[in-house]
């Protein structure tokens, strides 16, 4: 049984490496670029040595980001087909990368079949009782004839609304659906079967919201749906808060939490470098953290990460003279940590971007030739080749 202690390096296929001349990235190219990341050769000095990747959304999406899913059981064909990403699996295998694809399921796409299906039926409807024998949908989402909040309506009904706590084009999954759970426990296992070494979950603090609990005990169900059938897979869950909420998470049993206290301009790895903390805090702290994760999850193996697709580049973080050095310290704290370190691709280059999420997802720097670099308009923009 494997340990699942390894380094990853996160991947936004989109900007990374285009393989077909379209301007977008694939998964033709990410494979392309392999030994960049892990040639597979212990000896070798010149690629980075990372033994797992952890895949941004690659299913279809109307979205560039594609965090909202029209099909869990496709790739976009923006990155390309199903037998490039088996070829990128394979390729993987060989180097001893274990992949982790994004998941998410507490939203899909408001043009996901089972969305539109179960809006057509609410429209028929008007004012009635849905029957969920005449459309299971109508169970898979949360739809209401009251406008709560977070909630949006039903295009072309004056009756019915839908929870969509990020925008309208998300709407939230009722994951206490047991049909639906069905259908995930189907979704995990078809890209387990492919090869897949585990998820991301994303936006887990969300899948019931204001509900610390009941997403502990969907996560819960999930991690044991998983590890049943395959318990070298590995998970890993984004609870955005602070330590004091996403401790208790542990007590799903799920592999990872993503250590957000350490992460970002104002973690503790920052304030440290910065001088604003004691580095004698740091190493305190990671010494408490053993005991308080393991105080839910005894098993549990930390997932620290410095910085990720939604926040600023870390290199934007520092000012003057030090301030290549400062990146670089901050980068080897965030790798010194216990667990599975994460690494947002271009950071080890001092890639810099902040504000707009199209900015802090910009291209992977392939080349030193300024007319590669992309325009920030997303219809201009041309990844680099």
């Known amino acids: 049984m494997e340990d699942n202690y390894r380094t990853y390096y996160e991947v936004f296929v989109y900007s990374f490496y285009d393989g077909n001349g379209d301007g977008i990235g694939d998964l033709k190219g990410l494979t392309k670029k392999l030994d960049y990341i892990n040639d ?11 033994n797992g990747i952890w895949l941004m959304p690659v299913m279809p999406s109307p979205t560039y980001h594609k965090y909202d899913t029209t099909d869990y059981y496709s790739i976009d064909p923006e990155y390309g087909t199903m037998e490039d990403f088996e070829a990128f699996l394979s390729a993987c295998r060989e180097r001893g990368i274990k992949v982790i694809m994004d998941l998410a399921l507490n939203h899909t796409s408001s043009e996901h079949p089972w969305f539109q299906e179960a809006c057509s039926y609410l ?8 029957d969920p024998g005449e459309c299971p949908y109508v169970l898979y989402y949360n739809f209401s004839k009251e406008k709560k909040s977070g909630f949006s309506p039903v295009k072309g009904s004056d009756i019915w609304y839908y ?8 709407p939230d999954l009722n994951l206490y659906n047991e049909e639906l759970r069905a259908e995930i426990e189907k979704i995990a ?7 897949v070494g585990g998820f991301r979950l994303d936006a887990a603090k969300e899948y019931v919201t204001g509900a610390d609990g009941s997403n ?5 169900w999930f991690n044991d749906v998983v590890k049943e059938k395959y318990p070298d897979a590995y998970l890993v869950a984004e609870v955005f808060s602070d330590m004091a909420v996403y401790e208790k998470y542990y007590d799903s049993g799920i592999d990872s939490l993503f250590d957000f206290d350490f992460a970002n301009k104002d ?12 580095a004698s805090f740091y190493s305190q702290r990671l010494q408490e953290i053993e005991g308080i994760f393991s105080a839910h999850n005894k098993d549990y193996i930390d997932a620290p990460f410095y910085t990720n697709h939604d926040m600023g580049r870390s290199a934007g973080y520092y000012a003057g003279e030090g301030s290549e050095a400062q990146t670089k310290l901050a980068g080897a704290m965030n790798l010194m940590m216990s667990g599975s370190a994460f690494i947002y691709y271009g950071e080890e280059l001092g890639m810099k971007g902040s504000g707009k999420d199209e900015n802090k997802r910009a291209p992977m720097y392939f080349s030193s030739d300024p007319s590669a670099v992309c325009a920030e308009d997303r219809q201009t923009w041309m990844i680099l080749r």
Request: aromatic share 8%.
């Open 189 to 195: 296992d078809f890209w387990l079967a492919k090869g």
């Open 40 to 50: 597979g050769d212990p000896v070798t000095m010149d690629d980075l040595g990372c």
């Open 163 to 170: 929870e969509a706590q990020f925008w309208d084009g998300m």
């Open 123 to 130: 429209k028929e409807l008007g004012d009635g009782e849905p």
């Open 267 to 278: 973690g503790i790895i920052a304030k440290v470098v910065k001088g604003n903390t004691p």
């Open 216 to 220: 502990i005990e969907i996560l819960s």
